[in-house]
């Protein structure tokens, strides 16, 4: 007789799961154990190699780290969130197909989406895999925003999530001495990191202020544990000696070979560089960001509805029950907003019982629990509003570029060249900038340098725009829409992966 999950009979592989979810950060992970939990069948796609997304990064096993805990906030529940996926692994309730990037998603009937990804490393050897489900949960996370600035594309400049990604997966620095600067609270997390894993920060810079905050005593109120959060950043920089530089920005980066040192400047309060305040500090590299961007690709391309959110970025509509304006599709996380892996377990788990309780597979949801949990996300939705809205890029920031500041570095389009399209062959538009220019048309697909370019086109064709405060951050085309989530070989689109059910094919294909 079996005495443990591993022992347990392992059904097979379903034609059509009951739920598919891509990604398998905080949110996905907890949708996944929460439905898995419920008697759903569920498959989770996630383009890396482990489960945690990239707020819950790790060293792989053969870096012997001895305490990977040590780099994050409550590890506790990520590791709990990992024990119940292994054991529904292990009694084949969930099935998690790791370095998967999904390219797309389409209906695959009246109730069924049918997911395409692409497997293991580029080049000839790149696998194709399909999976299909009756419910869809788009778990995608975000990715930085970068502001560009003279100096931006030197070695030794990388990006704030990008240093702690570093750390935490790979448990090295970037350098030695490390200016962390940019906007948003992920500041405060990479400086104190950096910081305790032994780099020196000579300065940590914020173009923001967090007066914003203390605008909304009542929200504040309401989330204690995020007050509390902030408290113990703060209490961990003090403990190195760090204050961070308010209304200040790097607005160019100095080096040949490599950075050696920044320029920091006091800004205005449209984060105009205020003349003679410029001061330059020796580093040997850079950790900068401003801010997320909810990843949208797939949700657009099923035609999910997107909306404005306080900090200018887009991200999806969603009701109360983790809901999009397609039916059938769910989401939560950071599609819905940017707003914390703490919102992101809440929605996770939210959406799962929503499911559930319209899915003939599952067992009854706890109502009284969605209840409690849909009091728990609009309190920290409503946290997130204003995190978002403090930390709202200014209108001034472009007058930190020089013409000949690379904006789009996979094209290598300046500053200048952009507005040259604006000005003298009349883009009005992000798009038409594109077109003119090839902004946005190498590797990245515009993730790096949209916002800039949507800034500098917008900012071109609006005489008022310089004093408004809307100026950049609700120029351009609107959300993500790019057809595919990632790049993919031409084979993959001529001759897609073999879908489950069809007579003489393996559920799922998978190459390595």
């Known amino acids: 007789m079996p005495t443990s999950p591993s022992e347990q009979p392992v059904p097979p592989v379903p034609p059509e799961y009951d739920l598919a979810i891509v990604g398998a950060g905080p949110a996905g992970l907890a949708a996944a154990v929460t439905a898995a939990d419920l008697g759903m069948s569920v498959v989770v796609l996630d383009a890396a ?21 040590a780099l994050h906030h409550g590890w506790a529940v990520f590791a709990d969130l990992v024990r119940r996926l292994d054991r529904h692994i292990g009694t084949g309730r969930v099935r ?87 906007s948003g ?8 990191s950096l910081a305790a894993a032994g780099a020196t920060v000579p300065a940590v810079v914020e173009a923001a202020g967090y007066a914003g905050y203390a605008k909304n005593p009542r929200t504040l109120a309401a989330n204690p544990g995020k007050l509390l959060e902030g408290a113990v950043h703060g209490a961990a ?30 800004l205005d309060r449209d984060w105009r560089p205020v003349p003679g305040t410029g001061r330059r500090i020796a ?35 969603l009701d109360d029950r983790q809901r999009t304006s397609v039916p ?57 509003a204003v995190m978002a809205a403090a930390h709202r890029p200014g209108p001034g920031w472009p007058g930190w570029l020089s013409d000949d500041t690379d904006v789009c570095r996979c094209e290598e389009v300046s500053a200048g060249e952009v507005r040259a399209a604006v000005a003298d062959l009349g883009a009005h538009d992000a798009r038409t900038v594109k077109l003119f220019t090839r902004a946005g048309m190498g590797w990245c697909q515009g993730r790096m340098c949209g916002p800039a370019v949507d800034c500098l086109a917008g900012a071109g064709t609006d005489p008022g725009a310089d004093s408004s405060a809307d100026a950049c951050t609700d120029a351009g085309a609107g959300p993500d829409r790019r057809p595919l989530s990632c790049p993919v070989p031409l084979a993959a689109l001529s001759e897609p992966a073999a879908l489950p059910g069809r007579a003489g094919l393996p559920a799922i294909t998978e190459e390595p």
């Open 185 to 192: 609270p992920l500041l405060l997390a990479v400086a104190g």
């Open 49 to 69: 190699a482990a489960p945690g997304g990239q707020y819950y990064r790790h060293p792989a096993p053969g870096l012997g780290a001895a305490r990977p805990e």
């Open 96 to 182: 998690h197909l790791v370095n998967h990037h999904v390219w797309t998603v389409e209906r695959g009937g009246s109730t069924a989406w049918t997911a395409h990804a692409v497997t293991g490393p580029d080049g000839p050897g790149q696998g194709r895999a399909a999976v299909t489900s009756r419910a869809l949960l788009l778990a995608t996370g975000s990715y930085e925003r970068q502001l560009p600035f003279p100096g931006w594309t030197l070695p030794g400049v990388v990006g704030a999530g990008g240093a702690q990604a570093m750390l935490k997966s790979g448990l090295v620095l970037p350098g030695r001495r490390i200016v962390v600067a940019g």
């Open 237 to 266: 920089l003090l403990r190195h000696g760090l204050r961070p530089r308010t209304r200040s920005a790097v607005t160019e980066a100095h080096g040949t070979d490599r950075v050696e040192a920044v320029t920091v400047s006091r």
């Open 328 to 384: 059938g599709v769910w989401a939560a996380g950071e599609a819905g907003g940017v707003g914390g892996a703490q919102l992101a377990l809440t929605e996770g788990e939210l959406a799962a019982l929503t499911i559930a309780a319209v899915s003939r597979s599952a067992g009854r949801p706890d109502a009284r629990r969605a209840v409690a949990l849909r009091r728990t996300r609009s309190r920290l939705r409503a946290f997130a």
């Open 283 to 317: 580093c040997d590299a850079l950790a900068v960001g401003h801010g997320l961007v909810p990843q949208l690709e797939l949700a657009t391309g099923l035609g999910c509805a997107t909306h404005r959110t306080p900090d200018g970025t887009y991200a999806l509509v």
